[in-house]
């Protein structure tokens, strides 16, 4: 039987619509800049990254971290790192877009 684990924390952010499919993401620390995010055209107009993309971004420097301690925790220092998300974008059986494999 799996165990759950105990809540440490909570954080909360705002989205508020901007413009179409253009959203403001406030975070809740005043030291985070505000990210717009956006859908691709023709749906929206790129004016950030679409939802897909921070996803991919959030996933790639969450490992790219959890490397990184690892390294740390061995007395390691890296000359330096780079991390990619390769992302496949699929549709799936109503034709909408969706993540197939990141």
Do not use: W
């Amino acid at each position: 039987m799996a165990t759950r684990s105990k809540p440490v924390g909570r954080f909360r952010l705002r989205i508020d619509r901007v413009d179409g499919y253009e959203m403001r993401v406030r975070f809740d620390k005043p030291t985070h800049p505000e990210l717009v995010v956006d859908e691709r055209l023709p749906l929206g107009n790129e004016a950030g990254p679409n939802a897909s993309r921070v996803l991919a971004a959030a996933i790639g420097s969450c490992l790219a971290s959890g490397l990184l301690y690892c390294l740390d925790r061995a007395g390691l220092e890296p000359l330096s790192m780079v991390a990619e998300v390769e992302t496949e974008l699929v549709r799936d059986a109503d034709e909408q877009l969706r993540i197939g494999a990141i």
